[in-house]
């Protein structure tokens, strides 16, 4: 009997904790907040969003028209990471109070010294010193610091006159947000905003994969003005994709003009069909001889691919990349690269030059001098006159993707250049290339002049020209069997 | 007195031995031996045990999991594999002859297995039995399967819930999106990928709903993030009508599933969406706003 009324005892005890804690756990977690001093609402930001991004703040909601934080010109949708609060210094007792607030919670500051650049001062634990004494009214100097403390460590010399304590500080909840501006009540404060660089960065791989030539200029803007590497990136590799589709217009104008999303494979050029095949556009049935548009961004490609094409050639994309292919205007060399590849895919004769000056810069990384000799060969017979003279120049590494690039062009003016410097060269390593260059054009001289230096090789069993020559004519025997 | 039962007992044993199917308990020796080619062997046992008056459902069931079409004959080479649609038809007659039993067993053991080929000839009963058999008592032990504790169970009723549910989507999505209440956070997850995987625009509201309780003032009232996720995913795959949702979701600044969203939309093609994300573009970028106070 007494055990029953113990239990019962108990849960009457539970019964009474139960709402209370409901009400703390289960509805006290509001997320929102109407901040009535700066007249907006302000939201915490997803908590599965501070875990996939590792980023914090509380989100703007909405702001109410001529309070402060409209006239401060803050937008709905800014995601508030960080309150700074400026303390200014006029007397050794504003300092004292101002670095006593500053401290409070997160240990540190920033100080601002006359004629120096900002040092940021954080204490190991709450209440311990820091080290400093100040002195003076109006101007307020350092008059002592002591050693071993957190001001002995920085740059601090006594005479320093003290200009302000600014204290910078982490929002990442909506409990801290309202703690931090409750605090703050004369002065001025600002409010560091994060760019959600993810979902930006997410529009812009979109916007590259739509295939949509509205696209084009703000992605040109982002990619020329935009401080982020990460975002740059993404915007030209959009672009890039955008050349990609957009040369492939013919084959979608033939879609277009049917009206229709699958027509005879062998009606449509081969090599387009070929690439709109691999950026799965769409799917070729060489048995049934179809070619058929993968819904639904095949399917829906056809009507915008025009626009796109035109754009793509009107406008400035090209001169846009033969810019940035430099290395002493674009320093980071993914971007370089994805411009090359826009180059060799649209192929302006205009950018003979500039990718003739990135083949010839010893500066540059060989892979990335390389593709711009593919670009070139790329472009073709129009770049041959230039990819000779580079070929005449000193450097091997220059000579060596001259010459593969004038292989990859083929034509009877690089033939017989490629083939005379065969005849009279004797680097080792230009020789290689040089045979391989003359095999990939592959017509009759050429099988001639291989043939010659196999003879001019014979003896010399051990040579690895020798042994490439004669893989090079068992290729040659596969092919023509 | 003992004896007597010892009597009866007997008398069961007898009777019982008699009554067995014995091409059956052959076929079911040969798959737990050793022996070469045993399950083609054990097929041809199965085949025969079909022709014995008892115990033809289960013969039929093993015809279904196990690879049989042209069964083995001594000294022969030729074995040709069974099709999905004729093992799902023999594992939907063992269930014509002792329907409870196979039902659960189908959906709580057959679709556990390893092999796809046994999952698709599962489905493949499941299917008949939903046009043809007892279509209310299947979709109770689908509802069981996925509200169930264990992880297998959920996730096969979600499949066969998805592949059911593209030929009669009336029927199966508002069932579905009830499930979008259940308590059990694994539930609601498999109830929405289902949802996804029939692609039927009547659950488009439900799974707006859902998406858009991350916003809500109370945490009760905020669905998990990572069921709200795949509502966005299988918005995604319904495409068509649930673009404008999508589109609402890039649109609200504080949404965590914007990325998800645009993603979905980028797969979608439709150029309705090329307006909100330039808008995404022009955003502000990371900067320092000074608020006068005084």
Same mark, same amino acid.
């Given at each position: 009997?007494?055990?029953?009324?113990?239990?019962?005892?108990?849960?009457?005890?539970?019964?009474?904790? +139960?709402?209370? #804690?409901?009400?703390?756990?289960? #509805?006290?977690?509001?997320?929102?907040?109407?901040?009535?001093?700066?007249?907006?609402?302000?939201?915490?930001?997803?908590?599965? &969003?501070?875990?996939?991004?590792?980023?914090?703040?509380?989100?703007?909601? %909405?702001?109410?028209?001529?309070?402060?934080?409209?006239?401060?010109?803050?937008?709905?949708?800014?995601?508030?990471?960080?309150?700074?609060?400026?303390?200014?210094?006029?007397?050794?007792?504003?300092?004292?109070?101002?670095?006593?607030?500053?401290?409070?919670?997160?240990?540190?500051?920033?100080?601002?010294?006359?004629?120096?650049?900002?040092?940021? =001062?954080?204490?190991?634990?709450?209440?311990?010193?820091?080290?400093?004494?100040?002195?003076?009214?109006?101007?307020?100097?350092?008059?002592?610091?002591?050693?071993?403390?957190?001001?002995?460590?920085?740059? =601090?010399?006594?005479?320093?006159?003290?200009?302000?304590?600014?204290?910078?500080?982490?929002?990442?909840?909506?409990?801290?947000?309202?703690?931090?501006?409750?605090?703050?009540?004369?002065?001025?404060?600002?409010?560091?905003?994060?760019? +959600?660089?993810?979902?930006?960065?997410?529009?812009?791989?979109?916007? *590259?994969?739509? *295939?949509?030539?509205?696209?084009?200029?703000?992605? =040109?803007?982002?990619?020329?003005?935009?401080?982020? #590497?990460?975002?740059?990136?993404?915007? $030209?590799?959009?672009?890039?994709?955008?050349?990609?589709?957009?040369?492939?217009?013919?084959?979608?104008?033939? #879609?277009?003009?049917?009206?229709?999303?699958?027509?005879?494979?062998?009606?449509?050029?081969?090599?387009?069909?070929?690439?709109?095949?691999?950026?799965?556009?769409?799917?070729?049935?060489?048995?049934?001889?179809?070619?058929?548009?993968?819904?639904?961004? !095949?399917?829906?490609?056809?009507?915008?691919?025009?626009?796109?094409?035109?754009?793509?050639?009107?406008?400035?994309?090209?001169?846009?990349?033969?810019?940035?292919?430099?290395?002493?205007?674009?320093?980071?060399?993914?971007?370089?690269?994805?411009?090359?590849?826009?180059?060799?895919?649209?192929?302006?004769?205009?950018?003979?030059?500039?990718?003739?000056?990135?083949?010839?810069?010893?500066?540059?990384?060989?892979?990335?001098?390389?593709?711009?000799?593919?670009?070139?060969?790329?472009?073709?017979?129009?770049?041959?006159?230039?990819?000779?003279?580079?070929?005449?120049?000193?450097?091997?590494?220059?000579?060596?993707?001259?010459?593969?690039? &004038?292989?990859?062009?083929? !034509?009877?003016?690089?033939?017989?250049?490629?083939?005379?410097? +065969?005849?009279?060269?004797?680097?080792?390593? $230009? @020789? +290689?290339?040089?045979?391989?260059?003359?095999?990939?054009?592959?017509?009759?001289?050429?099988?001639?002049?291989?043939?010659?230096?196999?003879?001019?090789?014979?003896?010399?069993? %051990?040579?690895? &020209?020798? =042994?490439? @020559?004669?893989?090079?004519?068992?290729?040659?025997?596969?092919?023509?069997? | 007195?003992?004896?007597?039962?010892?009597?009866?007992? /007997?008398?069961?044993?007898?009777?019982?031995?008699?009554?067995?199917?014995?091409? /059956?308990?052959?076929?079911?020796?040969?798959?737990?031996?050793?022996?070469?080619?045993?399950?083609?062997?054990?097929?041809?046992?199965?085949? /025969?045990?079909?022709?014995?008056?008892?115990?033809?459902?289960?013969?039929?069931?093993?015809?279904?999991?196990?690879?049989?079409?042209?069964?083995?004959?001594?000294?022969?080479?030729?074995?040709?594999?069974?099709?999905?649609?004729?093992?799902?038809?023999?594992?939907?007659?063992?269930?014509?002859?002792?329907?409870?039993?196979?039902?659960?067993?189908?959906?709580?053991?057959?679709?556990?297995?390893?092999?796809?080929?046994?999952?698709?000839?599962?489905?493949?009963?499941?299917?008949?039995?939903?046009?043809?058999?007892?279509?209310?008592?299947?979709?109770?032990?689908?509802?069981?399967?996925?509200?169930?504790?264990?992880?297998?169970?959920?996730?096969?009723?979600?499949?066969?819930?998805?592949?059911?549910?593209?030929?009669?989507?009336?029927?199966?999505?508002?069932?579905?999106?009830?499930?979008?209440?259940?308590?059990?956070?694994?539930?609601?997850?498999?109830?929405?990928?289902? /949802?996804?995987?029939?692609?039927?625009?009547?659950?488009?509201?439900?799974?707006?709903?859902?998406?858009?309780?991350?916003?809500?003032?109370?945490?009760?009232?905020?669905?998990?993030?990572?069921?709200?996720?795949?509502?966005?995913?299988?918005?995604?795959?319904?495409?068509?009508?649930?673009?404008?949702?999508?589109?609402?979701?890039?649109?609200?600044?504080?949404?965590?599933?914007?990325?998800?969203?645009?993603?979905?939309?980028?797969?979608?093609?439709?150029?309705?969406?090329?307006?909100?994300?330039?808008?995404?573009?022009?955003?502000?970028?990371?900067?320092?706003?000074?608020?006068?106070?005084?």
């Amino acid at each position: 009997m007494l055990k029953k009324i113990i239990r019962l005892g108990k849960l009457r005890h539970f019964v009474g904790i +139960l709402p209370l #804690f409901t009400l703390v756990f289960g #509805f006290g977690c509001d997320n929102r907040h109407y901040d009535d001093r700066l007249q907006m609402e302000v939201q915490q930001l997803d908590s599965d &969003l501070m875990n996939r991004w590792a980023t914090s703040g509380v989100v703007v909601l %909405d702001v109410a028209s001529n309070g402060p934080a409209h006239k401060a010109q803050l937008e709905t949708g800014e995601l508030i990471s960080h309150v700074i609060v400026e303390y200014p210094v006029k007397s050794a007792g504003d300092f004292n109070s101002a670095m006593k607030k500053a401290l409070d919670e997160d240990n540190n500051l920033i100080l601002y010294l006359k004629d120096k650049p900002p040092i940021r =001062i954080a204490l190991r634990r709450r209440g311990d010193k820091m080290g400093l004494s100040v002195e003076g009214n109006g101007t307020v100097r350092v008059n002592q610091i002591r050693p071993g403390t957190p001001a002995a460590n920085a740059d =601090i010399q006594v005479g320093d006159i003290v200009e302000k304590i600014v204290d910078e500080r982490n929002i990442y909840s909506l409990a801290d947000y309202k703690k931090t501006l409750g605090k703050v009540v004369k002065h001025n404060l600002t409010f560091r905003t994060s760019e +959600l660089i993810g979902v930006k960065i997410a529009a812009v791989n979109a916007l *590259g994969d739509l *295939g949509d030539a509205r696209a084009l200029d703000p992605l =040109i803007d982002l990619f020329q003005n935009s401080h982020e #590497f990460s975002l740059r990136k993404a915007a $030209i590799s959009s672009l890039q994709r955008l050349v990609e589709l957009s040369v492939l217009n013919d084959i979608f104008q033939e #879609f277009q003009r049917e009206n229709v999303n699958q027509l005879p494979a062998d009606s449509l050029q081969a090599n387009q069909l070929e690439s709109a095949a691999i950026l799965g556009l769409l799917t070729v049935d060489r048995v049934e001889n179809t070619a058929t548009l993968k819904a639904p961004f !095949g399917t829906q490609f056809r009507h915008r691919s025009e626009a796109l094409y035109r754009s793509i050639t009107e406008g400035q994309i090209a001169e846009l990349a033969q810019q940035y292919i430099q290395i002493q205007v674009e320093p980071e060399q993914e971007i370089r690269r994805a411009c090359l590849s826009i180059l060799g895919v649209l192929k302006p004769t205009s950018a003979i030059d500039a990718l003739v000056t990135v083949l010839e810069n010893s500066a540059e990384i060989p892979g990335i001098r390389f593709q711009a000799g593919l670009a070139l060969s790329q472009i073709g017979e129009p770049a041959v006159d230039a990819l000779i003279t580079a070929f005449e120049k000193e450097d091997t590494s220059t000579k060596d993707i001259a010459a593969s690039a &004038l292989g990859g062009i083929g !034509g009877n003016k690089a033939r017989d250049r490629l083939i005379s410097a +065969l005849e009279t060269t004797d680097e080792a390593a $230009i @020789l +290689l290339t040089l045979v391989d260059a003359v095999a990939k054009i592959g017509d009759a001289p050429s099988i001639r002049a291989l043939e010659r230096q196999r003879e001019r090789y014979q003896q010399d069993a %051990d040579s690895g &020209l020798r =042994i490439f @020559l004669d893989e090079v004519f068992s290729n040659l025997a596969k092919k023509t069997m | 007195m003992k004896r007597l039962w010892l009597a009866f007992v /007997l008398v069961f044993f007898v009777v019982g031995c008699g009554t067995q199917n014995e091409n /059956l308990a052959k076929g079911k020796e040969l798959i737990k031996s050793d022996k070469r080619r045993k399950e083609e062997r054990a097929v041809r046992e199965f085949k /025969l045990a079909l022709q014995q008056p008892i115990d033809n459902a289960e013969a039929h069931y093993l015809l279904g999991f196990y690879n049989s079409q042209e069964f083995y004959e001594p000294n022969t080479t030729d074995w040709e594999e069974a099709s999905i649609s004729e093992r799902g038809r023999h594992m939907f007659l063992a269930y014509n002859e002792e329907s409870r039993k196979y039902l659960e067993r189908l959906i709580f053991e057959t679709l556990r297995d390893d092999d796809l080929d046994i999952q698709n000839a599962a489905l493949e009963a499941l299917k008949r039995v939903y046009t043809q058999g007892d279509r209310n008592r299947l979709i109770s032990q689908l509802q069981k399967a996925i509200k169930s504790g264990d992880n297998r169970d959920r996730h096969s009723a979600h499949w066969v819930f998805g592949h059911l549910g593209k030929d009669d989507p009336s029927t199966l999505v508002p069932i579905l999106v009830k499930l979008l209440d259940h308590r059990r956070t694994e539930t609601r997850l498999n109830a929405v990928k289902a /949802l996804g995987e029939i692609g039927s625009e009547e659950a488009i509201p439900a799974l707006a709903a859902l998406i858009e309780s991350g916003s809500a003032r109370w945490k009760r009232d905020r669905e998990e993030p990572e069921v709200r996720q795949l509502a966005v995913e299988s918005l995604g795959k319904i495409g068509g009508a649930a673009v404008p949702e999508l589109i609402k979701i890039v649109e609200n600044k504080g949404s965590s599933l914007r990325v998800d969203a645009i993603r979905a939309l980028a797969t979608l093609g439709d150029e309705k969406v090329v307006a909100p994300l330039l808008d995404a573009l022009k955003e502000q970028s990371s900067r320092d706003v000074l608020i006068p106070l005084n």
